[in-house]
Nanobody, 123 residues
Framework: QVQLVESGGGLVQPGGSLRLSCVAS????????MGWYRQAPGKQRELVAS???????NYADSVKGRFTIARDYAKNTVYLHMISLKPEDTAVYYC?????????????????WGQGTQVTVSS
């Protein structure tokens, strides 16, 4: 069974920092793009940052200069380094991966999600 498992969320004061991690496991053939999304109460889920298999990155305007996405290709892991956190960064953060996996019918490409990790920025 293919899984994405996030960790690293928590409560932090404004101006603080956190690092989120997401590990993909299971019968993975290839990981194309990995990314982080977030969803605040009453709002739609939005893209925070993504990184391609070639290392190209993309960031939401609201996090540029404060968040950095990185991948460890050998460990099937993606990180989100967050600094200068603001109360408006409070949300559940979800890991996402576009992956090719080995199923009973052979290789299948799909979009996978983690269970989410809460980030709360508050004094």
């Amino acid at each position: 069974q293919v899984q994405l498992v996030e960790s690293g969320g928590g409560l932090v004061q404004p101006g603080g920092s956190l690092r989120l991690s997401c590990v993909a496991s299971g019968r993975i053939f290839n990981i194309f793009r990995m990314g982080w999304y977030r969803q605040a109460p009453g709002k739609q889920r939005e893209l925070v940052a993504s990184i391609s298999s070639g290392g190209s990155t993309n960031y939401a305007d609201s996090v540029k200069g404060r968040f950095t996405i990185a991948r460890d290709y050998a460990k099937n892991t993606v990180y989100l380094h967050m600094i200068s956190l603001k109360p408006e960064d409070t949300a559940v953060y979800y890991c996402n991966a576009d992956m090719s996996t080995l199923g009973t019918m052979g290789r299948v490409r799909g979009d996978y999600w983690g269970q989410g990790t809460q980030v709360t920025v508050s004094s």
